[in-house]
């Protein structure tokens, strides 16, 4: 297929640019949920995918795919997707079980967690987005009814710009706990804008906060562009991801948080399929050998 995406990062909307990997992280949860062993379960991904013209011939199912799970794609990326939707799942779980109730998606995308989990009835949800994806996102739950089952609170902004004060006037409480993720996000912003980003979360935050992130720690991403994965992204469905994510430097957020005070842990996404006994392994020019999932807590005094 040739690469006749619009690639331009300014793309407002799940049309093109960052916006259309939304759409593709909603087939891969799409395909997860219908595996006989999922890890994850979003029965309103497979709506957005029908609902975008740019990928009305996209797979919802593993069977739609010829190669199955061989295809580098729909098969092995798809499932890294969904690994890591469980993943942050359980670490969203964990948090409110302690004491926070307010919850804040960076880059919301098509995140139906407000939705589909079984959170406490007291919780937040605050999904920051640019407008174009937030109205897209909303047209497909209305037209399915789609009730979440805790307050839920779209926040449109851009995060390269001025977004707290977005946040705390839609009601936002810095003063109480709150969990915080950042599901492939980062890698798409410049490392000032990431530093800024991180600095920002610190402010707003309280002890017994938590942040979950996704980063990526090659030292140099182009070196994996003959890759598997970014190959067949770019061929199958036009989207390269390498021309999308910021070729800057990358600040050491994990490392800014503990200098902050957080308490830190960094995991590679394989221990987690080792852990769950699903999802992708190592593999020879692997484009996900950098991918790092970090945890961090503001601990209490």
């Not at 990997?21 to 994850?40: M, P």
């Not at 307050?151 to 006037?169: C, F, M």
């Not at 852990?275 to 020879?284: F, M, N, T």
Request: proline share 8%; glycine share 8%; net charge negative.
């Amino acid at each position: 297929m040739a690469d006749t995406t619009p690639q331009h990062p300014d793309v407002d909307g799940v049309d093109g640019g960052v916006g259309l990997t939304a759409l593709l992280v909603a087939a891969a949860r799409a395909i997860e949920t219908h595996r006989h062993d999922s890890l994850a379960q979003d029965t309103y991904a497979e709506h957005f995918v029908r609902a975008a013209p740019a990928c009305a011939d996209w797979p919802v199912r593993i069977e739609q795919v010829p190669d199955g799970d061989d295809n580098p794609l729909w098969g092995r990326f798809a499932r890294y997707f969904g690994l890591r939707t469980r993943v942050l799942d359980d670490f969203l779980l964990r948090s409110v079980d302690t004491n926070a109730r307010q919850v804040v998606l960076l880059g919301a995308g098509l995140d139906t967690r407000a939705f589909r989990l079984a959170l406490p009835s007291d919780c937040v949800i605050f999904e920051i987005d640019r407008p174009g994806v937030l109205a897209f996102k909303q047209r497909v739950l209305t037209g399915l009814s789609a009730a979440p089952k805790v307050k839920r609170v779209p926040v449109p902004a851009d995060l390269r710009g001025e977004w707290s004060s977005a946040l705390t006037t839609l009601g936002f409480d810095p003063t109480a706990p709150s969990v915080w993720l950042a599901e492939g996000l980062l890698f798409y912003l410049p490392g000032p804008t990431e530093s800024h980003l991180i600095d920002t979360v610190d402010r707003l935050t309280t002890a017994g906060s938590a942040l979950a992130f996704e980063a990526k720690m090659e030292k140099d991403l182009q070196a994996y562009r003959d890759s598997a994965t970014y190959t067949a992204t770019r061929e199958e469905i036009g989207i390269d991801l390498l021309r999308l994510f910021d070729n800057g430097p990358r600040p050491d957020s994990a490392g800014d948080l503990a200098a902050k005070g957080w308490s830190t842990s960094i995991h590679t996404p394989f221990d987690f399929t080792r852990r769950h006994g699903r999802g992708p392994l190592p593999e020879p020019n692997d484009a996900l050998e950098g991918n790092r999932w970090v945890f961090a807590h503001k601990p209490c005094p």
